[in-house]
Each structure stands twice: as C-alpha cells, then as structure tokens.
Nanobody, 114 residues
Framework: QVQLVESGGGLVQPGGSLRLSCAASGSIFSRAYMGWYRQAPGKQRELVAS??????NYAGSVQGRFTISRDNAKNTMFLQMNSLKPEDTAVYYC?????????WGQGTQVTVSS
C-alpha cells in the first residue's frame, strides 16, 4: 500500500512561482514511475510531468517553465513551477505507478490569477 500527500498549492499571480511537494509513504521503489497530473474544471486530467528511473518527461505546455524532481531518500517528489499562467490553474495530483499498482494523491489546488 502507498499513500501520497500533496502540498504547496495556493493562489499566485501570473508570472509567479510555486513549488509542489508529494510525500510518499509505504512500499516505495525509487525507480518506479511518478508523475504530476492536473485537472481543470470541465477538462480531463492531463499529464504535466513525470519521472521514472531518473528520466523526466514534460507536457509541451509546461516545458521550460516546470521542473520535476525527486528526493528518493525522503520519498518525496517535487514540481517547481515558474512563469505561471492563468491556464495553469487546476487541481494538481501526484501519481505513483508500479505494475500492477496505481496510486493517486488527494490533489492540491493551484490558482493563477491577478
């Protein structure tokens, strides 16, 4: 069993920055897939960024602005978000996958508005 707890969301002005954290507990494998997803009102959940065995992947809309990282010693994943735009407003979810398991956190709200 794996538990994921996100934190770090909030309200920020356009152009600002936020850093999200995902604290994982339970049977965590350091090389397993972890990712950040987001879901805006009325839209489907989408992948923002992922990291697996040290390899990172980003959605085109956040490439160059967001950075995903992972502290395996602390079982924590981060998402540094810079140059935030109103269209980044969404609930952000942490995800951990290791076949056949797929776990989600409860989500943290990010609102980008002036």
């Amino acid at each position: 069993q794996v538990q994921l707890v996100e934190s770090g969301g909030g309200l920020v002005q356009p152009g600002g920055s936020l850093r999200l954290s995902c604290a994982a507990s339970g049977s965590i494998f350091s090389r397993a897939y972890m990712g950040w997803y987001r879901q805006a009102p009325g839209k489907q959940r989408e992948l923002v960024a992922s990291i697996s065995d040290g390899i990172t992947n980003y959605a085109g809309s956040v490439q160059g602005r967001f950075t995903i990282s992972r502290d395996n010693a602390k079982n924590t994943m981060f998402l540094q978000m810079n140059s935030l735009k109103p269209e980044d407003t969404a609930v952000y979810y942490c995800n951990y996958k290791k076949i056949p398991y797929n776990y989600w956190g409860q989500g943290t709200q990010v609102t980008v508005s002036s």
